[in-house]
């Protein structure tokens, strides 16, 4: 039997080295497995996690309700809290300390809603519902988070409660909430519902009786505009529905009555003026 000699084995290991080189080669050019996840950055998702509960919460927090809500330690969270602060994503008050949402989040949100499909066009068509009419109007539109504010336009009236761009409405316990409702998709909403449900059971807060949010559901299904005073605001309101051309809702219109607003003729020629600026959307938003 013959010895390998140094000349071969360098051959071998040259060969076996090309073997391994053309393996890796060709496992890098492989699909990734359909249950591998891409991996990401840890500090990052726990800093988007802290934002999400601040956001879901509409209103700012201590910093222990901040640790609570996420589950971090106060002093692992006030980290990740300066370095927020530093970049205006969050602000804190100097006279309670609790921390809210900063400018550089106003900004984002401002720019995200600004590429919703068609909404600079339903702002215009707001803002001049509003002087036309002298009321208060608001839009909404679907988020994660449900009905969510993305312009308000005030009136000749001050309204006695302050509405904040960005924010979200229960669906039930809200007019505007019950004609998001009334046209999406069950699969869409029953998981906001039930947790409505359940928070306002642990508050020991009022809950829409089935048959009687069924029927309302069916009464705003019936007519254009939703004429209510069961609203979260301390006011009469008039919500209607933005439907595209293809007729899938894009988006509700909100519009706060003036007080002393009344009368039959006052009442219709608002709902006129509303129903042509609905109608005016329906060929603009395809």
């Not at 071998?12 to 496992?27: D, E, F, L, P, T």
């Not at 803002?127 to 036309?132: N, T, W």
Request: charge should be positive; charged fraction near 20%.
């Amino acid at each position: 039997m013959d010895l390998p000699t140094p000349f071969t084995c360098e051959m071998k290991s040259i060969r076996n080295k090309a073997v391994v080189s053309i393996k890796q080669k060709v496992g890098r050019g492989r699909p990734p497995k359909a249950d591998a996840s891409p991996v990401g950055i840890q500090a990052v998702d726990i800093a988007i996690d802290v934002l999400k509960v601040l956001v879901a919460r509409a209103s700012s927090m201590s910093l222990s309700e901040l640790a609570r809500a996420s589950r971090l330690q106060p002093s692992r969270l006030h980290r990740y809290m300066v370095s927020f602060a530093r970049h205006g994503l969050i602000r804190q008050s100097p006279v309670t300390g609790e921390y809210d949402l900063g400018p550089l989040a106003r900004t984002i949100g401002a720019a995200a809603f600004g590429r919703h499909n068609g909404l600079s066009v339903v702002h215009e068509v707001l803002s001049s519902l509003c002087a036309e009419s002298g009321c208060s109007v608001g839009i909404y539109i679907w988020t994660d988070l449900g009905p969510t504010l993305t312009r308000m336009e005030m009136g000749a009236e001050v309204q006695p409660v302050s509405l904040r761009e960005g924010a979200a409405l229960p669906l039930c316990g809200s007019a505007t909430g019950r004609v998001f409702l009334a046209y999406l998709p069950s699969s869409v909403t029953r998981q906001l519902v039930k947790a409505e449900i359940a928070s306002n059971l642990e508050e020991g807060l009022a809950v829409w009786p089935e048959q009687k949010l069924s029927s309302e559901l069916e009464k705003i299904r019936a007519n254009r505009i939703y004429w209510t005073s069961e609203a979260i605001l301390p006011a009469s309101l008039a919500v209607s529905p933005v439907f595209s051309a293809s007729g899938k809702l894009h988006s509700v219109f909100v519009v706060i009555r003036k007080r002393g607003q009344n009368k039959k003729p006052e009442l219709q020629r608002l709902q006129k003026l509303i129903e042509s600026k609905l109608d005016l959307l329906a060929l603009e938003l395809t």
